[in-house]
C-alpha cells in the first residue's frame, strides 16, 4: 500500500478490494486504495469527503460502498456521517447521517438490501441503540434497540436474520441476540 494504515477493507463485486481510512491507534484518514488480486498492485482512488478512523465500511446490493461513522480526530470527535463509494466511478459521496455518532458499532447487510448498524460507543458509552440505512433514500431510521449495550460484532444468518453477539460491555460480552428485520414492530430482539 502506498500509505500505512489498518482500516477497513471491503471486497468488491469485480473482485477487487477496498481499503479506506485506519482504526485504532493510526490518526484517521481520508484516503483509500484499491487492491487488485488478478495484478498484485495497490492503486490509490478518491478519497473520502472525511477523515475516518475505526469506521465501517458495507458492500450494498448494487456494488456501492457504504462508510458509517468512526472518529474523525479522538475519541472526543465521533461521527455521524456517511458516505458511500461507486467501484464504477471511483468516486466518493456524502450520504445521510446517522441519528448518534458511532464507533466500534457493527454493521450488517440485511437481505432486503438495507443496512443494519447496532451498539458502539459515543463518548466512551457504550450504546444499545440501532439503526437502518435504507440505500433506495440515503436516510436512516431508528429501529428497536438492543437487550445490551455493547460493541460487538454481527452476522446475518441464512434466514435473514442478524446474530449480535459479544463484544465489550458488562452483559454485552456474554450475551447474544437476534434482530429479526421480519417480525412487526421496529427491530423485535430476543436472546440467542
Known amino acids: 500500500m502506498a500509505t500505512e494504515r489498518t482500516g477497513t477493507a471491503t471486497l468488491l463485486a469485480d473482485g477487487r478490494v477496498l481499503v479506506a481510512g485506519s482504526v485504532d491507534g493510526r490518526p484517521a484518514l481520508a484516503s483509500a486504495e484499491i487492491y487488485d488480486p488478478n495484478t498484485g498492485t495497490w492503486s490509490a482512488t478518491a478519497s473520502m469527503p472525511i477523515a475516518r478512523g475505526i469506521p465501517t465500511a458495507t458492500r450494498l446490493s448494487d456494488g456501492k460502498v457504504l462508510v458509517v461513522g468512526g472518529q474523525e480526530g479522538d475519541e472526543q470527535h465521533l461521527l455521524a456521517s456517511a458516505d458511500l463509494f461507486d467501484p464504477n466511478t471511483g468516486a466518493w459521496s456524502r450520504s445521510g447521517s446517522l441519528a448518534t455518532p458511532r464507533v466500534y458499532h457493527a454493521a450488517i447487510l440485511l437481505a432486503d438490501g438495507k443496512v443494519l448498524v447496532a451498539g458502539g460507543q459515543d463518548a466512551g458509552k457504550l450504546l444499545s441503540s440501532a439503526e437502518i440505512y435504507d440505500p433506495n433514500t440515503g436516510r436512516w431510521s431508528a429501529t428497536g ?45 430476543r436472546d440467542a
Open 145 to 189: 434497540s438492543m437487550a445490551a449495550e455493547r460493541a460487538g460484532t454481527a452476522v446475518r444468518l441464512s434466514d435473514g436474520k442478524v446474530l449480535i453477539a459479544g463484544g465489550s460491555g458488562s452483559q454485552g460480552s456474554e450475551m447474544a441476540e437476534i434482530y429479526d428485520p421480519g417480525a412487526p414492530g421496529p427491530g423485535v430482539r
